[in-house]
Protein backbone atom coordinates (compact mmCIF):
# COMPACT_ATOMS: atom_id res chain seq x y z
CA UNK A 1 0.00 0.00 0.00
CA UNK A 2 1.34 3.03 -1.06
CA UNK A 3 2.33 6.00 1.68
CA UNK A 4 -0.69 8.51 0.00
CA UNK A 5 -3.09 5.79 0.76
CA UNK A 6 -2.20 5.02 4.03
CA UNK A 7 -2.01 8.98 5.28
CA UNK A 8 -5.76 9.47 3.77
CA UNK A 9 -6.80 6.38 5.91
CA UNK A 10 -5.27 7.38 8.68
CA UNK A 11 -6.83 11.06 8.45
CA UNK A 12 -10.31 9.30 7.65
CA UNK A 13 -9.86 7.46 10.95
CA UNK A 14 -9.11 10.83 12.57
CA UNK A 15 -11.95 12.13 10.92
CA UNK A 16 -13.83 10.03 12.14
CA UNK A 17 -13.31 9.44 15.38
CA UNK A 18 -13.38 13.45 15.98
CA UNK A 19 -16.93 12.95 15.10
CA UNK A 20 -17.60 9.75 17.51
CA UNK A 21 -16.46 12.25 20.14
CA UNK A 22 -18.54 15.17 19.49
CA UNK A 23 -21.30 12.92 19.71
CA UNK A 24 -20.32 10.89 22.44
CA UNK A 25 -22.52 11.90 25.15
CA UNK A 26 -20.33 13.34 28.42
CA UNK A 27 -21.50 11.42 31.60
CA UNK A 28 -23.53 14.91 32.81
CA UNK A 29 -25.44 14.59 29.64
CA UNK A 30 -26.03 10.55 30.03
CA UNK A 31 -27.22 11.60 34.49
CA UNK A 32 -29.52 13.96 32.87
CA UNK A 33 -30.70 11.30 30.45
CA UNK A 34 -31.32 9.08 32.57
CA UNK A 35 -32.71 11.39 35.15
CA UNK A 36 -35.53 12.36 32.17
CA UNK A 37 -36.15 8.87 32.03
CA UNK A 38 -36.76 7.83 35.45
CA UNK A 39 -38.95 11.08 35.65
CA UNK A 40 -41.22 9.94 32.26
CA UNK A 41 -41.32 6.37 33.47
CA UNK A 42 -42.79 7.52 36.83
CA UNK A 43 -45.39 9.52 34.62
CA UNK A 44 -46.09 6.54 32.82
CA UNK A 45 -46.99 4.58 35.51
CA UNK A 46 -48.59 7.45 37.18
CA UNK A 47 -50.83 7.66 33.57
CA UNK A 48 -51.34 4.02 33.34
CA UNK A 49 -52.80 3.99 37.28
CA UNK A 50 -55.05 6.59 36.28
CA UNK A 51 -56.05 4.64 32.93
CA UNK A 52 -56.91 1.57 34.70
CA UNK A 53 -58.98 4.03 37.25
CA UNK A 54 -60.71 6.33 34.82
CA UNK A 55 -60.48 4.59 31.40
CA UNK A 56 -59.81 6.77 28.22
CA UNK A 57 -61.40 10.01 29.39
CA UNK A 58 -57.94 10.22 31.19
CA UNK A 59 -56.11 11.56 27.68
CA UNK A 60 -57.67 14.55 27.73
CA UNK A 61 -56.04 15.43 30.92
CA UNK A 62 -52.88 14.17 29.38
CA UNK A 63 -53.54 16.30 26.76
CA UNK A 64 -53.96 19.24 28.51
CA UNK A 65 -50.99 18.48 30.50
CA UNK A 66 -48.45 18.52 27.30
CA UNK A 67 -50.47 21.61 26.75
CA UNK A 68 -49.66 23.29 30.21
CA UNK A 69 -45.87 21.74 30.42
CA UNK A 70 -45.19 23.18 26.89
CA UNK A 71 -45.79 26.69 28.13
CA UNK A 72 -44.30 26.51 31.33
CA UNK A 73 -41.09 25.23 29.87
CA UNK A 74 -40.37 27.81 27.38
CA UNK A 75 -41.15 30.48 30.16
CA UNK A 76 -39.43 28.65 33.17
CA UNK A 77 -36.25 28.09 30.45
CA UNK A 78 -35.99 31.95 29.41
CA UNK A 79 -36.39 32.40 33.40
CA UNK A 80 -33.63 30.35 34.40
CA UNK A 81 -31.13 31.25 31.40
CA UNK A 82 -31.33 34.70 33.00
CA UNK A 83 -31.19 33.85 36.95
CA UNK A 84 -28.27 31.95 35.36
CA UNK A 85 -26.43 35.36 33.75
CA UNK A 86 -27.63 37.90 36.56
CA UNK A 87 -28.16 35.88 39.79
CA UNK A 88 -31.55 37.03 40.87
CA UNK A 89 -34.84 36.21 40.37
CA UNK A 90 -37.41 38.54 37.98
CA UNK A 91 -40.31 38.79 38.97
CA UNK A 92 -41.21 40.85 36.54
CA UNK A 93 -41.14 37.70 33.88
CA UNK A 94 -45.06 36.81 34.18
CA UNK A 95 -45.39 40.45 33.25
CA UNK A 96 -43.42 40.70 30.38
CA UNK A 97 -45.47 37.37 29.46
CA UNK A 98 -48.26 39.32 28.95
CA UNK A 99 -46.68 42.58 27.37
CA UNK A 100 -45.72 39.86 24.54
CA UNK A 101 -49.30 38.81 24.59
CA UNK A 102 -50.90 42.01 24.30
CA UNK A 103 -47.98 42.90 21.35
CA UNK A 104 -49.13 39.92 19.56
CA UNK A 105 -52.79 40.74 19.68
CA UNK A 106 -52.11 45.22 18.73
CA UNK A 107 -50.76 43.58 15.26
CA UNK A 108 -52.93 40.68 15.18
CA UNK A 109 -55.96 42.72 15.23
CA UNK A 110 -55.25 46.45 14.28
CA UNK A 111 -52.88 45.55 11.38
CA UNK A 112 -55.17 42.37 10.43
CA UNK A 113 -52.22 40.51 10.71
CA UNK A 114 -51.68 37.22 11.47
CA UNK A 115 -50.89 35.84 14.49
CA UNK A 116 -47.63 34.28 13.19
CA UNK A 117 -46.45 37.66 12.79
CA UNK A 118 -47.79 39.29 15.58
CA UNK A 119 -45.80 36.70 17.01
CA UNK A 120 -42.25 37.41 15.53
CA UNK A 121 -43.03 41.26 15.99
CA UNK A 122 -43.60 40.87 19.67
CA UNK A 123 -40.53 38.43 19.73
CA UNK A 124 -38.18 41.28 18.71
CA UNK A 125 -39.68 44.00 20.34
CA UNK A 126 -39.71 41.82 23.47
CA UNK A 127 -35.53 40.90 23.03
CA UNK A 128 -35.19 44.86 22.51
CA UNK A 129 -36.99 45.74 26.13
CA UNK A 130 -35.02 42.87 27.05
CA UNK A 131 -31.79 44.95 26.48
CA UNK A 132 -33.51 48.18 27.71
CA UNK A 133 -34.07 46.78 30.66
CA UNK A 134 -30.92 45.86 31.24
CA UNK A 135 -29.21 48.72 30.33
CA UNK A 136 -31.63 51.52 32.44
CA UNK A 137 -31.92 49.41 35.43
CA UNK A 138 -30.47 46.20 36.27
CA UNK A 139 -26.91 46.84 35.02
CA UNK A 140 -27.00 50.11 37.36
CA UNK A 141 -28.35 47.78 40.22
CA UNK A 142 -24.73 45.42 39.95
CA UNK A 143 -22.90 44.99 42.52
CA UNK A 144 -25.71 45.36 45.29
CA UNK A 145 -26.56 41.91 46.40
CA UNK A 146 -29.82 40.13 45.45
CA UNK A 147 -32.30 42.47 47.20
CA UNK A 148 -32.11 45.18 44.98
CA UNK A 149 -32.63 43.68 41.77
CA UNK A 150 -35.32 41.14 43.14
CA UNK A 151 -37.43 44.80 44.37
CA UNK A 152 -36.65 46.59 41.08
CA UNK A 153 -38.01 43.47 39.18
CA UNK A 154 -40.89 43.52 41.27
CA UNK A 155 -41.48 47.57 40.69
CA UNK A 156 -40.88 46.76 36.82
CA UNK A 157 -43.75 44.10 36.85
CA UNK A 158 -46.13 46.29 38.38
CA UNK A 159 -45.40 49.27 36.15
CA UNK A 160 -46.04 46.95 33.03
CA UNK A 161 -49.12 45.74 34.57
CA UNK A 162 -50.86 49.06 35.35
CA UNK A 163 -49.33 50.09 32.07
CA UNK A 164 -51.25 47.47 30.22
CA UNK A 165 -54.39 48.45 32.38
CA UNK A 166 -54.48 52.12 31.51
CA UNK A 167 -53.79 51.38 27.67
CA UNK A 168 -55.68 48.25 27.03
CA UNK A 169 -58.34 48.35 29.60
CA UNK A 170 -59.63 45.71 31.79
CA UNK A 171 -61.40 44.00 28.73
CA UNK A 172 -60.52 40.98 27.92
CA UNK A 173 -59.28 39.65 24.30
CA UNK A 174 -58.95 36.73 22.25
CA UNK A 175 -56.42 36.57 19.77
CA UNK A 176 -58.09 36.14 15.80
CA UNK A 177 -57.11 32.73 14.45
CA UNK A 178 -58.35 30.86 11.89
CA UNK A 179 -61.54 28.68 13.04
CA UNK A 180 -60.88 25.17 12.71
CA UNK A 181 -62.80 22.04 14.43
CA UNK A 182 -61.18 19.74 16.69
CA UNK A 183 -60.11 16.15 15.40
CA UNK A 184 -61.94 13.82 17.57
CA UNK A 185 -59.98 11.10 19.07
CA UNK A 186 -62.76 9.35 21.16
CA UNK A 187 -66.55 10.49 22.02
CA UNK A 188 -66.00 13.90 23.81
CA UNK A 189 -62.32 14.31 23.46
CA UNK A 190 -60.92 15.72 20.69
CA UNK A 191 -57.45 17.66 19.24
CA UNK A 192 -57.07 21.07 18.20
CA UNK A 193 -54.26 22.10 15.50
CA UNK A 194 -54.25 25.65 17.19
CA UNK A 195 -54.77 24.96 20.90
CA UNK A 196 -53.09 21.80 21.00
CA UNK A 197 -50.54 21.01 18.28
CA UNK A 198 -49.06 24.59 17.83
CA UNK A 199 -48.31 24.89 21.75
CA UNK A 200 -46.52 21.13 21.20
CA UNK A 201 -44.83 21.82 18.73
CA UNK A 202 -43.58 25.55 19.67
CA UNK A 203 -42.64 23.90 22.99
CA UNK A 204 -40.92 21.80 21.40
CA UNK A 205 -38.87 23.48 18.88
CA UNK A 206 -38.06 26.13 21.93
CA UNK A 207 -36.34 22.96 23.65
CA UNK A 208 -34.47 22.26 20.89
CA UNK A 209 -33.35 25.89 20.05
CA UNK A 210 -32.22 26.74 23.12
CA UNK A 211 -30.01 22.97 23.49
CA UNK A 212 -28.42 24.20 20.00
CA UNK A 213 -27.46 27.91 21.18
CA UNK A 214 -26.12 26.33 24.70
CA UNK A 215 -24.22 23.70 23.20
CA UNK A 216 -23.17 24.41 19.35
CA UNK A 217 -23.08 27.98 19.56
CA UNK A 218 -20.16 30.39 21.04
CA UNK A 219 -22.46 32.63 22.54
CA UNK A 220 -24.19 29.84 24.31
CA UNK A 221 -20.49 28.72 25.52
CA UNK A 222 -20.07 32.28 26.29
CA UNK A 223 -23.28 32.34 28.08
CA UNK A 224 -22.54 29.04 30.23
CA UNK A 225 -19.11 30.28 31.03
CA UNK A 226 -20.46 33.47 32.37
CA UNK A 227 -23.00 32.02 34.66
CA UNK A 228 -20.40 29.52 36.15
CA UNK A 229 -18.00 31.90 36.79
CA UNK A 230 -18.14 35.63 35.69
CA UNK A 231 -14.85 36.58 37.12
CA UNK A 232 -13.39 33.66 35.29
CA UNK A 233 -15.20 34.03 32.35
CA UNK A 234 -13.91 38.08 32.22
CA UNK A 235 -10.28 36.56 32.85
CA UNK A 236 -10.60 34.76 29.74
CA UNK A 237 -11.72 37.61 27.68
CA UNK A 238 -14.98 36.44 27.54
CA UNK A 239 -17.39 39.96 26.59
CA UNK A 240 -19.39 39.46 29.77
CA UNK A 241 -21.50 42.90 28.57
CA UNK A 242 -22.22 41.44 25.26
CA UNK A 243 -23.36 37.99 26.93
CA UNK A 244 -25.51 40.01 29.82
CA UNK A 245 -27.76 41.85 27.05
CA UNK A 246 -27.73 38.57 24.62
CA UNK A 247 -29.50 36.41 28.07
CA UNK A 248 -31.50 39.10 28.47
CA UNK A 249 -32.67 39.65 25.13
CA UNK A 250 -33.22 35.49 24.74
CA UNK A 251 -35.27 35.34 27.88
CA UNK A 252 -37.75 37.65 27.53
CA UNK A 253 -38.13 36.65 23.64
CA UNK A 254 -38.93 33.56 25.35
CA UNK A 255 -41.74 35.26 27.45
CA UNK A 256 -43.60 37.05 24.52
CA UNK A 257 -43.89 33.32 22.96
CA UNK A 258 -44.64 31.91 26.03
CA UNK A 259 -47.44 34.34 26.48
CA UNK A 260 -49.00 34.34 23.47
CA UNK A 261 -49.31 30.69 23.84
CA UNK A 262 -50.97 31.15 26.96
CA UNK A 263 -53.56 33.63 25.54
CA UNK A 264 -54.27 30.80 22.46
CA UNK A 265 -55.52 28.01 24.76
CA UNK A 266 -57.60 30.83 26.61
CA UNK A 267 -58.30 35.06 27.15
CA UNK A 268 -55.58 37.61 27.17
CA UNK A 269 -55.86 40.00 30.42
CA UNK A 270 -53.77 42.07 31.92
CA UNK A 271 -53.12 39.47 34.88
CA UNK A 272 -52.85 36.59 33.08
CA UNK A 273 -48.62 35.96 33.06
CA UNK A 274 -48.62 37.32 37.18
CA UNK A 275 -50.96 34.65 37.71
CA UNK A 276 -48.59 31.27 36.23
CA UNK A 277 -45.32 33.29 37.77
CA UNK A 278 -45.23 30.88 40.46
CA UNK A 279 -46.23 28.14 38.58
CA UNK A 280 -42.99 28.64 36.34
CA UNK A 281 -40.69 29.35 39.66
CA UNK A 282 -42.01 25.88 40.50
CA UNK A 283 -40.81 24.28 37.46
CA UNK A 284 -37.33 26.17 37.87
CA UNK A 285 -37.12 24.96 41.40
CA UNK A 286 -37.82 21.37 40.39
CA UNK A 287 -35.73 21.13 37.65
CA UNK A 288 -33.14 22.61 39.26
CA UNK A 289 -32.24 26.29 39.46
CA UNK A 290 -30.05 28.22 36.99
CA UNK A 291 -30.25 24.51 34.94
CA UNK A 292 -32.16 25.05 31.14
CA UNK A 293 -32.14 20.91 31.28
CA UNK A 294 -33.94 20.74 34.83
CA UNK A 295 -36.30 23.71 33.64
CA UNK A 296 -37.48 21.37 30.82
CA UNK A 297 -37.76 18.35 33.14
CA UNK A 298 -39.31 20.56 36.05
CA UNK A 299 -42.06 22.27 33.16
CA UNK A 300 -42.96 18.84 32.52
CA UNK A 301 -43.83 17.84 35.69
CA UNK A 302 -44.83 21.06 37.11
CA UNK A 303 -47.53 21.04 34.07
CA UNK A 304 -48.34 17.24 34.33
CA UNK A 305 -48.83 17.20 38.34
CA UNK A 306 -51.32 19.93 38.02
CA UNK A 307 -53.60 18.76 34.96
CA UNK A 308 -53.28 14.55 36.25
CA UNK A 309 -54.41 15.44 39.53
CA UNK A 310 -57.81 16.87 38.37
CA UNK A 311 -59.47 12.66 37.64
CA UNK A 312 -57.94 12.42 41.04
CA UNK A 313 -59.56 15.34 42.63
CA UNK A 314 -62.72 14.76 41.43
CA UNK A 315 -62.84 11.15 42.05
CA UNK A 316 -62.43 12.56 46.12
CA UNK A 317 -65.42 15.26 45.43
CA UNK A 318 -67.90 12.47 44.73
CA UNK A 319 -70.64 12.34 47.77
CA UNK A 320 -69.38 8.60 49.08
CA UNK A 321 -65.93 9.54 48.62
CA UNK A 322 -65.06 12.31 51.10
CA UNK A 323 -67.60 14.94 49.41
CA UNK A 324 -64.63 17.74 48.86
CA UNK A 325 -66.29 20.96 47.75
CA UNK A 326 -64.94 22.59 44.43
CA UNK A 327 -62.26 19.75 44.33
CA UNK A 328 -61.10 20.83 40.75
CA UNK A 329 -60.21 23.81 42.18
CA UNK A 330 -57.43 22.61 44.57
CA UNK A 331 -55.47 20.94 40.86
CA UNK A 332 -53.38 24.35 41.70
CA UNK A 333 -51.88 22.93 44.55
CA UNK A 334 -50.38 19.87 43.20
CA UNK A 335 -47.70 21.28 41.72
CA UNK A 336 -46.65 23.48 45.21
CA UNK A 337 -46.56 19.68 46.77
CA UNK A 338 -44.26 18.07 44.76
CA UNK A 339 -42.18 20.88 44.70
CA UNK A 340 -42.00 21.38 48.78
CA UNK A 341 -41.44 17.01 48.25
CA UNK A 342 -38.45 17.97 46.02
CA UNK A 343 -37.13 20.69 48.31
CA UNK A 344 -37.30 18.15 51.30
CA UNK A 345 -35.56 15.10 49.17
CA UNK A 346 -33.33 16.78 46.59
CA UNK A 347 -33.08 20.37 47.46
CA UNK A 348 -31.12 21.66 44.35
CA UNK A 349 -33.51 20.12 42.04
CA UNK A 350 -33.64 17.22 39.42
CA UNK A 351 -31.29 18.45 37.23
CA UNK A 352 -29.32 20.66 39.23
CA UNK A 353 -25.88 20.59 40.76
CA UNK A 354 -25.32 20.52 44.35
CA UNK A 355 -23.60 23.38 45.83
CA UNK A 356 -19.83 22.34 47.04
CA UNK A 357 -19.70 24.25 49.89
CA UNK A 358 -23.14 22.72 50.92
CA UNK A 359 -23.34 19.66 53.03
CA UNK A 360 -25.09 16.20 51.07
CA UNK A 361 -26.71 15.37 54.25
CA UNK A 362 -30.61 15.88 54.23
CA UNK A 363 -33.87 13.82 55.48
CA UNK A 364 -33.22 10.63 53.77
CA UNK A 365 -29.56 10.82 54.79
CA UNK A 366 -30.32 12.11 58.08
CA UNK A 367 -32.70 9.47 58.99
CA UNK A 368 -30.14 7.19 57.97
CA UNK A 369 -27.38 8.00 59.68
CA UNK A 370 -29.39 8.30 62.51
CA UNK A 371 -30.58 4.97 62.17
CA UNK A 372 -27.19 3.91 62.19
CA UNK A 373 -25.73 5.79 64.83
CA UNK A 374 -28.77 4.23 67.20
CA UNK A 375 -27.69 0.57 65.94
CA UNK A 376 -23.92 1.37 66.28
CA UNK A 377 -23.90 2.66 69.69
CA UNK A 378 -27.08 1.09 71.11
CA UNK A 379 -26.37 -0.06 75.17
CA UNK A 380 -25.42 -3.39 75.67
CA UNK A 381 -26.94 -4.42 78.97
CA UNK A 382 -26.13 -7.89 80.70
CA UNK A 383 -28.96 -10.31 81.41
CA UNK A 384 -31.55 -9.13 78.94
CA UNK A 385 -32.48 -12.43 78.36
CA UNK A 386 -32.72 -13.39 81.50
CA UNK A 387 -29.18 -14.53 81.66
Known amino acids: MSPLSQENLSSEAALGSRWREAFRPTPRVRRLFFRGLLTVAIFVGFFASLATLFGIAILQYAIAGLRVSSIVIVAAIGLTLIYGIRGFANFAYGDLMTLGAYIALLVNLNAALSIFWGALVSFLVLAVVGILLELLIFARLEGRGPVAPIVASVGVGLIIQNGIRAIGTTQQWLFQVPAIQEIPIVPGLGFHWIRDATTLVVGFAFMISVHVLLTYTNLGKAMRATADNLELAKATGIDTKRVTYAAWAVSCSFASTAGILLGLIGVIRPTMGFEVLLLVFAAVIVGGIGSP ?95
Open 293 to 387: YGAVLGGLVIGFSQEMSVPVLVWLGRPDVIGLEHSTAYKVAIPFIVMIAVLIFRPWGIAGRPPAFARRVFLVEKLSEAIGRRIRFAPRTEGEEGG
